[in-house]
């Protein structure tokens, strides 16, 4: 299957950049997010470094019989328009795990977007675990895992190191890939 996927996406032209993380536990932030592409590109990527990653997609996609392939490929069901504690099942997904790559898309949407949610900073502080800057640079056609980087608690100060990393990415669709920004609203988006 490795081979496969390896030839599929040489084929369309990507490759990788980086290496993957020798931790075991951590948030990895998928960015930018402004295709459907971006997920199946992510999954492969992440097969291509040897990842089981996992991932949350909108609920309503979880029908039998896809939900099947779906789990398996490490989809998790997050419902968005439900009141509920997304962050904080995450946080504790993390901690009874012995090993997981939690992506993230911190735009939340494909759509252009002010701000980034911040969930995916609170999932890693609160679980005590590292953030893995990972990206897919359309311009340069790379899937590239970045620094880790541990969070501080200064969420301002933690974005501007983000800012800087993801200053440079084109994505599938740029006019829709917003600023890096923390969006201002309660921790437990």
């Not at 592409?37 to 990527?45: N, P, T, Y």
């Not at 039998?64 to 989809?75: E, Q, V």
């Not at 997981?100 to 949610?117: C, F, I, M, Q």
């Not at 790379?142 to 301002?156: L, N, S, W």
């Amino acid at each position: 299957m490795n081979r496969l996927v390896r030839f599929l996406f040489q084929a369309a032209g990507w490759r990788t950049a980086g290496a993957a993380p020798s931790i075991p536990r951590y948030v990895l932030i998928a960015a930018p997010h402004t295709s459907n592409w971006d997920g199946v590109l992510l999954v492969a990527a992440g097969n291509l470094f040897g990842l089981k990653l996992s991932w949350f997609l909108k609920a309503s996609w979880f029908v039998w019989p896809m939900s099947i392939m779906l789990r398996k490929m490490g989809a998790l069901p997050i419902d968005r328009k439900a009141r509920h504690d997304a962050v904080a099942n995450a946080v504790e997904l993390l901690k009874k795990s012995d090993k997981l790559a939690l992506a993230v898309s911190p735009e939340g949407t494909r759509k252009h977007s002010d701000s980034w949610r911040t969930g995916f900073y609170y999932i890693a502080l609160g679980a005590g675990v590292p953030i893995v800057m990972s990206y897919l640079d359309y311009g340069r056609r790379i899937a590239g895992m970045g620094p880790v980087f541990t969070p501080t608690g200064d969420i301002e100060k933690d974005f501007a190191v983000f800012r800087e990393f993801y200053s440079g990415m084109t994505a599938c669709h740029p006019e829709q890939f917003g600023p890096v920004v923390p969006r201002k609203s309660k921790a437990s988006e």
